[in-house]
């Protein structure tokens, strides 16, 4: 089991600002930070996603947040959106992956796919 994750950025404070906004949808907010070096996201009390400032570029990363239902995956997609993030595959069902597995993809201001995903069929909420 997974107790965390970090994700290099080059611009802490620009990824600050999409986080903040992207993950808000889910549940998920700020909860550390450390000036223009770290920053550390979550439900209270525990941070599980992390972005560190890193001075070269990194391998990007796919990271997925769960979400409750479809509406929130919507709602993450055109968030991240709106916060500067560039679209990498809009909400729809991915019967490739699993015949209710619903997901968005969003493109993060370092090329970072993050995700948000149900997968649960329309009407159920996801644990």
Known sequence: MLDHVTIGVIDV?????FYDAALLPLGIE????????????????????WIGNRDVPQTRV???FAAQNR???DQFYEVALAAGGLDNGPPGIRPHYHPDYY???VLDPDGHNIEAVCRSAVGQIYP
């Open 13 to 17: 404070e620009r990824s600050k600002a």
């Open 30 to 49: 700020r909860l550390y930070g450390e000036g223009a070096i770290f920053a550390g996201y979550g439900i209270r009390p525990k941070a599980f996603f």
């Open 71 to 73: 509406a929130i995956v």
């Open 103 to 105: 997901g968005a993809f």
């Open 62 to 64: 796919h990271v997925a």
